[in-house]
């Protein structure tokens, strides 16, 4: 695919032909959770009003509750879109019920700020319960299709730093030197700006075959670059299939 050019290989998926997440087929190119924010499988997306939904968290947890181990990660597509509103209630929820949640992480691509009321109620609850929230910040780079100054924006991820109890990593996907020169030149903004976190590297690969070609490769980047390396286990160890 031809750099900076966004990957249409999710439109070849007939969204009509299926009726649940794991019947889909797993894209080489572009976005490895595309059903998870394209409108066309909104339909296979349970709803779920915030009780019912914990009742669902609990049911996954090995000894249904949280611990220092198993903590709540909120993903997307983007969490900090659309649902900020809806958080400080699916807490409360959490709390009411004694659940001990110590640790919540979002996945966000670093160019949504928090609200103002999520700002002030995850200050509230690192005060009362000492949540610790991570904020995971996969941005995108120019091989991605998306804009320099849409993705890489520095006064976003140091909002995130001023929220009590919060920390902040840079994530990046990567296959190519030329990728490795777009983070180090990202990296230099986000420094500029202020931040002190850890960045990792991370391999393209949304298929076995294509991890697996590149995932020692991006470790060595990483080595000889002064970052983290960042696997991607779900490949490892499930082959990237949509629920183990």
């Not at 290989?9 to 997440?21: G, I, L, M, S």
């Not at 076995?208 to 000889?224: D, G, I």
Request: charged residues 25%; aromatic residues 12%; proline residues 5%.
């Amino acid at each position: 695919m031809p750099r900076g050019e966004k990957s249409t290989e999710r439109f070849t998926v007939d969204a009509e032909k299926y009726t649940d997440f794991n019947q889909l087929p797993l894209v080489k190119t572009g976005c490895d959770s595309y059903a998870s924010w394209d409108a066309r499988f909104k339909h296979l997306s349970p709803v779920l009003e915030i009780p019912a939904l914990v009742d669902r968290i609990v049911e996954l947890l090995p000894n249904k509750t949280f611990s220092i181990d198993q903590h709540l990660i909120l993903t997307g597509g983007e969490p900090l879109l659309g649902w900020q509103k809806q958080y400080p209630e699916l807490l409360n929820e959490i709390y009411n019920r004694n659940l001990g949640l110590t640790d919540l992480t979002f996945e966000t691509n670093g160019t949504q700020k928090v609200s103002d009321e999520l700002k002030v109620a995850l200050g509230t609850f690192y005060t009362k319960y000492k949540l610790k929230t991570t904020f995971s910040v996969s941005a995108k780079l120019p091989v991605s299709g998306e804009p320099w100054n849409v993705a890489i924006q520095p006064d976003v991820i140091m909002q995130y730093t001023t929220i009590p109890g919060s920390q902040v990593y840079l994530k990046f996907v990567v296959a190519t030197d030329e990728d490795l020169a777009d983070v180090n030149k990202a990296v230099a903004e986000y420094r500029a700006a202020g931040f002190l976190g850890s960045v990792y590297l991370m391999p393209v690969g949304g298929t076995e075959e294509s991890y697996f070609k590149n995932n020692k490769e991006v470790a060595e980047l990483a080595l000889k670059n002064g970052f983290r390396y960042s696997p991607r286990l779900q490949v490892d160890l499930w082959k990237n299939s949509w629920a183990s």
